[in-house]
C-alpha cells in the first residue's frame, strides 16, 4: 500500500500545498520563498528518501513567522495521513549527525503524544534569508501535528548554517527509520494500548 498524503491549507496568511511520498527515492520540489527553508527541506527528502513537493506562499512582506509555523503544521498533517494507522512501523528513531564541526542528535517517537525537546543555540538570527528564531516554532508545529515526540539537541557546532543542515538531516533519518516496516509487525500496531 502506498504511503502517500496531499494536504493543502488556506489562511488569510498561507497558501500551502504539500504532496509526500514516504517510500519514495528523495526527490524533491520545493518553493516556499525563502531559500535556506527551500534548501533544508530538499535535505529533509534526500536524507529521509522521502519524495516532497511542497508549494508554499505567505506574507512575507510581514514577517515569516506565519508561513514557517504553518509549513510545519502542514509537513506534521502529511506525514499522519501517509502513515494511516502506523502497523508495523517502527515507530521510533534517533540519529546522531556530524557536519564538519557541528553535532545534532534527533530522536522521534510516533506514538501519538505531541511534545518538543529543543535545544540549539544560534550565532545569528539569520542564515541566508531564514530567520533562526524561527525554528523552534518550525518543529513544535511538526510535533504536534505528526503527532510526536521530537527531541532535538545541538551540543557542538560553530557554523549556524552547519549546525541547522545537522538537525534536518538527523530529522529525515530518525524518521525514516521511525516509518521503517517490520516485517515480523505488518499487521500490528506498535503500543501496548493496541491504537496510536
Known sequence: MARTSTI??????????????????????????????????????????????????????????????????????????????KKGIERSGYFVYPMDEALAVVAVDLGGRAYLQYDCKFERQFCGELDLDLMPDFFESFAQNIPANLVIRMPYGRSDHHKLEACFKALAKSLRFACNYLPRATDKIPSTKGSI
Do not use: Y
Not at 527551500?38 to 519524495?51: R, V
Open 8 to 85: 493543502s491549507r488556506k489562511t488569510n496568511e498561507t497558501e500551502i500545498e504539500i504532496i509526500l511520498n514516504i517510500d519514495g527515492e528523495g526527490t524533491a520540489q520545493i518553493g516556499t520563498g525563502i531559500g535556506f527553508l527551500d534548501h533544508m527541506l530538499e535535505g529533509l527528502a534526500k536524507h529521509g528518501l522521502f519524495d516532497l513537493e511542497i508549494k508554499a506562499k505567505g506574507d512575507l512582506h510581514v514577517d515569516q513567522h506565519h508561513l514557517v509555523e504553518d509549513l510545519g503544521i502542514v509537513l506534521g498533517q502529511a506525514f499522519c495521513q501517509a502513515l494511516g494507522d
